[in-house]
């Protein structure tokens, strides 16, 4: 069955809302590898929180 244009609409903006999750999900995890290797742990967590905060509006 083919979608409806309001159907295709919502499944592609869908689409691009879990994109970006996933980028700012990736973004913060390089953040935290890189501060974490700095030496800076406490910024790391930091970054390491947000990471997983972002990664649970990945799941279905």
Do not use: E, H
């Not at 903006?13 to 970006?20: D, G, I, N, P, V």
């Not at 980028?23 to 930091?46: E, H, K, M, P, S």
């Amino acid at each position: 069955m083919p979608l409806r244009a309001g159907q295709a609409a919502i499944l592609s903006s869908m689409k691009l809302a879990r994109l970006a999750w996933l980028l700012t999900t990736l973004c913060c995890l390089g953040a935290a590898a890189v501060v974490f290797l700095r030496g800076d742990t406490g910024y790391a967590a930091v970054a390491l929180a947000v990471a997983i905060s972002a990664a649970i509006n990945l799941l279905p």
